[in-house]
């Protein structure tokens, strides 16, 4: 099997170490003193420059980095891909992880096998992508897309196979995951649903969302048996929607921008979340997401 990897080894680095040794040494005296002083300076430089450029990485940007991946090879950060995959449904029994950390470093599952290549074709059939079952740069590009938080499949069910709706009524202008059928349904008892907005989270771009959510649920109404009634802030009601940062204690933690946009709890939970951490607008533009 072809062994990839993005680390330097032991002997490159002895070997770099080796070089500026030498180099080092030739320098004239003054030269030398003053080194270590550039050397301090470049490594704070550096460090500065790393930590603002990934202060908010893309939580699907590792995915790039396994582009042209295919079966019969050990990839650095296949991991990572697996617990993606897993997450959302195309791994069945695979064991997942919220320690991102130790899955980009992990040695122990950077094998591209048969139950991966498997779970990509089924995803690339979900997406209406060629059926190549590596990771090509269609496939890579958009599993890299914001996305909603639930898996596309569920104990085994596929949700975004309902020939009863036409596909593109499943997608939208970003052509990924924006929602998943979850099961459950409302007993028709309540059709008549009171809705509040959680404003505790102050988030940019989302100072009209009382009024967006209004505007939404009045359209369901009219194509729907529901009927929809504001409630304040403090009152109970059959949906709450609310924007989140990070780990906000429902088991689904938000993984900031880009990545995951949001979810939602089926019924009759009536629960749903927004990642607050995104970029939202009323008129998105680049690198901006619709409000809900």
Same mark, same amino acid.
């Given at each position: 099997?072809?062994?990839?990897?993005?680390?330097?080894?032991?002997?490159?680095?002895?070997?770099?170490?080796?070089?500026?040794?030498?180099?080092?040494?030739?320098?004239?005296?003054?030269?030398?003193?003053?080194?270590?002083?550039?050397?301090?300076?470049?490594?704070?430089?550096?460090?500065?420059?790393?930590?603002?450029?990934?202060?908010?990485?893309?939580?699907?940007?590792?995915?790039?980095?396994?582009?042209?991946?295919?079966?019969?090879?050990?990839?650095?950060?296949?991991?990572?891909?697996?617990?993606?995959?897993?997450?959302?449904?195309?791994?069945?029994?695979?064991?997942?992880?919220?320690?991102?950390?130790?899955?980009?470093?992990?040695?122990?599952?950077?094998?591209?096998?048969?139950?991966?290549?498997?779970?990509?074709?089924?995803?690339?059939?979900?997406?209406?992508?060629?059926?190549?079952?590596?990771?090509?740069?269609?496939?890579?590009?958009?599993?890299?897309?914001?996305?909603?938080?639930?898996?596309?499949?569920?104990?085994?069910?596929?949700?975004? =196979?309902?020939?009863?709706? &036409?596909?593109?009524?499943?997608?939208? *202008?970003? /052509?990924? $995951?924006?929602?998943?059928?979850? #099961?459950?349904?409302?007993?028709?008892?309540?059709?008549?649903?009171?809705?509040?907005?959680?404003?505790?989270?102050?988030?940019?771009?989302?100072?009209?969302?009382?009024?967006?959510?209004?505007?939404?649920?009045?359209?369901?109404?009219?194509?729907?048996?529901?009927?929809?009634?504001?409630?304040?802030?403090?009152?109970?009601?059959?949906?709450?929607?609310?924007?989140?940062?990070?780990? =906000?204690?429902?088991?689904? &933690?938000?993984?900031?921008?880009?990545? *995951?946009? /949001?979810? $939602?709890?089926?019924?009759?939970? #009536?629960?749903?979340?927004?990642?607050?951490?995104?970029?939202?607008?009323?008129?998105?533009?680049?690198?901006?997401?619709?409000?809900?």
């Amino acid at each position: 099997a072809n062994i990839v990897s993005h680390q330097l080894t032991q002997n490159q680095v002895k070997q770099k170490f080796s070089a500026a040794s030498r180099a080092l040494a030739k320098m004239p005296t003054r030269t030398v003193l003053l080194f270590p002083l550039l050397l301090l300076f470049l490594a704070l430089f550096a460090h500065t420059i790393h930590s603002h450029s990934h202060a908010h990485p893309n939580p699907f940007g590792f995915i790039k980095d396994l582009e042209g991946s295919k079966k019969g090879q050990k990839v650095y950060g296949l991991p990572q891909l697996k617990n993606y995959l897993a997450k959302f449904g195309y791994l069945q029994g695979h064991a997942l992880s919220n320690d991102e950390a130790n899955l980009a470093s992990s040695e122990h599952d950077d094998l591209f096998d048969e139950n991966l290549e498997s779970a990509i074709k089924t995803y690339q059939l979900n997406h209406r992508l060629p059926v190549t079952g590596y990771l090509d740069s269609e496939t890579v590009k958009q599993m890299m897309k914001p996305r909603c938080g639930h898996p596309d499949i569920i104990n085994g069910t596929n949700t975004m =196979h309902r020939p009863h709706l &036409p596909y593109k009524s499943r997608k939208s *202008i970003y /052509g990924a $995951s924006l929602y998943a059928f979850t #099961g459950g349904t409302w007993p028709s008892s309540e059709y008549q649903l009171t809705y509040r907005y959680l404003s505790e989270t102050a988030v940019p771009g989302t100072e009209n969302m009382a009024a967006v959510l209004d505007d939404a649920l009045q359209k369901w109404a009219q194509v729907s048996p529901f009927t929809f009634e504001a409630v304040s802030e403090g009152s109970e009601s059959n949906l709450v929607f609310a924007f989140y940062e990070g780990d =906000h204690g429902d088991g689904e &933690p938000f993984d900031g921008p880009g990545g *995951i946009l /949001g979810h $939602s709890f089926s019924p009759t939970d #009536g629960r749903s979340h927004f990642d607050g951490d995104e970029k939202w607008s009323e008129n998105p533009g680049p690198d901006e997401t619709d409000l809900p």
